[in-house]
Structures are given as C-alpha cells and as structure tokens.
C-alpha cells in the first residue's frame, strides 16, 4: 500500500473505533497516521492533514478524560433501586429476614448508600439482623465518605441502650476498631464492657504492611469465625485469591491457633468487605507455621470461602 | 439459580452476556428487545454513564413461552465489560444458568476477547462453577464490517484464541442488523433447558 493509501484506511479504522466508542483504539490509529504523516515529507496537503489529525487527537483525549471522570456510581432512580434489591436478593423467599439482607448489600454494592442505608436502619430494628445491620451501616458510612459518621453512628448506638445488648455491641465496636486500626487512626472506641481481657484476645493483630488505600478493591477485609462453636475471633484478611482467603493467627493465641484445624469446615464467616458483610461457609484448607521474618511463630492459615 | 416451581409448571432462568467491553453486548439485548416484542415480558432497563457505557447492567425480561408444558422465563443479563467494573461485573454474574460470551471480531480488540474471557472463567470459578460445564455460547460480533474494509480477525483465528479449549457453538453475528443475535439467544436457551433438565428433571 502507498502512504497515502495507507493513511487514508488509518483514518478511516480510527474513525469507526471512535463511532464505536472504543476510544483509546481509535487514538492509537490517529497516533500512527499523525506519525507516518510527520515522516513524509513529500505528501500533498500534509499541514492541512496534520492539523485535522492533531484536532481529532486533541477531541479524543477530552472524550476519554470525560469517561474516565464519570461517576462511577450515580445514584440511580428508586425504579432501578426497586430492581436491584429484587434481582440481587438470591435467598430462599421462605427466608425473609436473609432475602432483604441481601437486597440492602446489593444497593451497597452498587453504590447506592443512601438507599442501602435506609434498609439497613430498618433491619436493625429486628432482633436476628441487629448485628449484621449495623456493621454493614458503618461500612456505608465508610465507602460513602466518612469514618467520622460511622464513629458518630456508633456513639449513637452506645448511648441508646435500647436495642443492643452489650455483646452486641461489644462485636460492633471490635469491628470499627478493626477498620480505624487498619486505617491507622488513632482512636480508641469507647466499649461498653469494662472487662478488658476480652479486647486483648478478640482484637485483631495490628498488621504491618500497608494496606492498600483502594480498599474497595479488596473484596474481603475482614473475617469473624466462630470454630467448633467456640468464642468469635476476628481476623485480618492478608490477600485474597479468587475465593481463598489468607489470614494470621497471632502465635499467642494458643486457642484459635488449637481451634483452627486442616478440614475444619466453618458455617458461619462473617466476611466484611469493602461495601457489605455478608455471611459465608468456608473450609480451613491450610495451616502452616511461620518460621521466619518479623510474622515468625504467627501461623499462616488459608480458608476456602464456599458460598460468597 | 434458576427458580422451579413444578408444582405451578414455572422455570425462571438467568442468561449473562458477558464480553469486552464495547463488543455488541448491549446491541444485542436491545435487537431482542425491538424484535422479539411477543417475548418480551416488560421494559429493557440499562443502566448506563457517560458515553452509553453499561454501567451496571442491561436487563430484560423474555418469556420464552410453554415447554413441556412448563411456562419458561427468563432474565435477560448483560455485564459492563469495562475492567475497572469487576466487582459489580461479578455480581451480575451470580446465579447464572446459562452463558453467551460476546467476542468482538475487530482484530484491534483480539487481546481484549481473550481477557475477558479468563476473566469469566475466573469468576464462574470463584463461585464454584466450571467454565467447561455450565452452558455456554460464543458470538463473533461486528462481522459486518469486513465489508467496509476495517480488519477483522478470521473466525478460524478467533476459534483458536478463544474456542480451542471450551467446544462452544459459535455463532457469526452483527448484532447491529440483528443477524445471528436470533440463532446465538436460541441455542444458548437450548443448552440452558438441558443443562435445567439434567439437574432437576424439569420436563418429566
Ligand atoms: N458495525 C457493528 N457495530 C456494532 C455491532 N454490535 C455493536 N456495535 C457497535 O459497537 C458499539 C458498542 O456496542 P454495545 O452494545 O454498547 O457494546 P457493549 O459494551 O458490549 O454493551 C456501539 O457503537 C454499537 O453500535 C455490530 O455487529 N456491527
Ligand atoms: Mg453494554
């Protein structure tokens, strides 16, 4: 093909990923023909063509900036806010309480917190949900915009002692600790319960490597297990792949290290993401001692999440 | 996750279109929307941002009519294609019965086709599903266009990069014209119902 041809069916390629908006290819195509313009010298009309090319360049880059910079989650008409709690709810329709869970951590999931929030602050109200509810509240709060409303919430819920138990909100407050910790603010919830041997056990260790600031990307941050129907022990996910997660068990943990088996299967996890908690099984599918580094003595256990 | 109601004779099923993004997914629920009126069971909801780009979802209920005396519906799902929308790809992905998987035959997007569809695999994976199991229909979309000159990959390239392993019915499309956008809806049905009858005898 001659240049000029051949400059002729770039354009044109460039012009038909544009109409398709597959935009970055399309400037890809005008990027090559302004080059192969720039090295022949001898073309006819070549400033005219370059000039055309660099505007259509030029018109690309803002279209692609425009994308780029567009909400990634509007909020969406209650219509469509209707549907996704229906489409996204999969429980047994038997199962009412499960089912509208589901539905609230869809709205959150698609961003919607306003919406996912007034749901929640209905679930709360009822005894089985109170928990799940609530922690999912403070993790709107946090994916919406501020840490300083999900501590407000739970102030809140600390001085109106009608609906939680302290347990309740013992495990609430745990759960917050966990994420300001993780966020490295330095703030200490005030609890409820006075005893502190509780805490010492139950709080997650403090991880040293970074975390990551796009937590959102993470899918599970957090865990909660209850192994062999024993006391609730919360821990940190390290990283993620696909549906197994790994976390560490502090080596002074004698009773979670003995209650984590191999083969153990785990009815009850309480995964915290980014947007929602959510319940899950699970299978303990490894456990290995950590014999060197800073995490020596901790042991490094992988759990298989079967039904997220 | 398809629904069975035996008793009342009713199947609701889920069929994702899955993709790259900009391959013609979109285009093809909105053909089925236009020419299929009869089937379709309420309004085609697209949840869309700047540029038309899916932003959630495209969804659109379809009754596919009496089978075996059994009323079949079926929701109608397309993804964002886009990367940055994994998460919200994945949950659209949840529950599906069966799959059509949207390749754009543009040779400019060969790399794009193939990532989306380990992406898939990755997800069916993540939720315990087998990618060489579950039911599954491949779509050549935009062949139009090699009559305008613009390159596009052969269908024996793209069965290599993308069919080698899985052995899906592959089916050539331009979903713009609605060609082919019929035929790949019918078979991935097809295959859907059996996949239903093996797991829950449905048509007894
Ligand atoms: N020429 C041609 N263009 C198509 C075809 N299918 C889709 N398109 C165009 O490709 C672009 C992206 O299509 P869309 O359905 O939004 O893609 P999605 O991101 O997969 O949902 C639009 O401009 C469509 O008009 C096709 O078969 N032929
Ligand atoms: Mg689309």
Not at chain 1, 5 to 34: F, P, R, V
Not at chain 1, 92 to 109: H, M, N, S
Request: net charge negative; charged share 30%; with cysteine.
């Amino acid at each position: 093909m001659d240049t000029e041809s051949l400059i002729k069916s770039l354009l044109k390629e460039a012009e038909l990923y544009q109409s398709q908006g597959l935009l970055d290819d399309a400037k890809q195509k005008y990027d090559n023909a302004a080059a192969l313009i720039e090295k022949n010298p001898e073309l006819e009309n070549r400033q005219d063509l370059l000039d055309t090319v660099s505007e259509k360049i030029g018109a690309l880059g803002s279209d692609i900036d425009k994308v780029e910079k567009a909400s990634k989650s509007p909020e969406l008409s209650a219509k469509v806010q209707d549907l996704i709690k229906n489409l996204f709810a999969f429980s047994d329709e038997k199962d009412k309480d499960e089912t509208e869970l589901e539905g609230a951590i869809a709205l959150a999931k698609f961003g919607q917190f306003d919406a996912a929030l007034a749901e929640f602050n209905e679930l709360i109200k009822r005894d089985s949900l109170r928990v799940v509810a609530a922690k999912n509240i403070l993790r709107c709060h946090i994916a919406n915009a501020s840490l300083d409303d999900a501590v407000a919430q739970y102030g809140q819920w600390l001085s109106s002692d009608i609906v939680f138990s302290s347990q309740q909100l013992e495990s609430i407050r745990i759960f917050l600790q966990g994420i300001l910790d993780r966020k490295r603010i330095d703030k200490r919830l005030p609890s409820v319960v006075s005893s502190t041997h509780f805490e010492a056990v139950v709080t997650p260790s403090h991880v040293e490597e970074e975390i990551s600031e796009d937590e959102e990307f993470l899918d599970i941050t957090l865990i909660g297990i209850r192994p062999k129907a024993g006391r609730l022990i919360e821990l940190d996910v390290n990283f993620q792949r696909g549906n197994t997660i790994s976390v560490l068990i502090p080596g002074r943990d004698k009773d979670s290290i003995n209650r984590v088996e191999v083969g153990l299967k785990l009815d009850d996890v309480e995964c915290s993401s980014a947007f929602a908690v959510f319940m899950a099984s699970g299978t303990v599918i490894e456990k290995t001692r950590i014999d060197t580094g800073a995490k020596r003595g901790d042991y490094r256990v992988e759990i298989k999440i079967e039904s997220a | 996750m398809a629904i069975l109601n035996l008793k009342n004779r009713e199947i609701e099923c889920k069929i994702v279109y899955y993709g790259p993004g900009r391959s013609g997914k979109t285009t093809n629920l909105e053909h089925i929307f236009k020419a299929f009126q009869k089937h379709v069971k309420g309004e085609m909801v697209s949840i869309d941002t700047e540029g038309d780009r899916t932003l959630f979802f495209d969804f659109l209920p379809f009754g596919v009519g009496k089978i075996k005396g059994c009323d079949v519906r079926v929701q109608l799902y397309t993804v964002p294609g886009q990367v940055q929308y994994s998460s919200t790809r994945k949950l659209v992905l949840k529950g599906v019965d069966g799959l059509v998987f949207v390749a754009d035959s543009l040779e400019v997007r060969r790399k794009k086709n193939m990532i989306s569809l380990k992406d898939l695999q990755q997800n069916l994976k993540d939720y315990g599903t087998n990618i060489f199991e579950v039911p599954l229909v491949l779509q050549f979309n935009k062949r139009d266009l090699a009559e305008q000159g613009i390159p596009l990959m052969s269908t024996e390239d793209m069965e290599r990069d993308l069919n080698r392993q899985l052995k899906a019915p592959i089916f050539s499309a331009s979903a713009v014209s609605g060609d082919g956008v019929g035929q790949t809806l019918t078979e991935c049905l097809k295959l859907t119902l059996q996949s239903l009858q093996r797991q829950f005898n449905w048509a007894e």
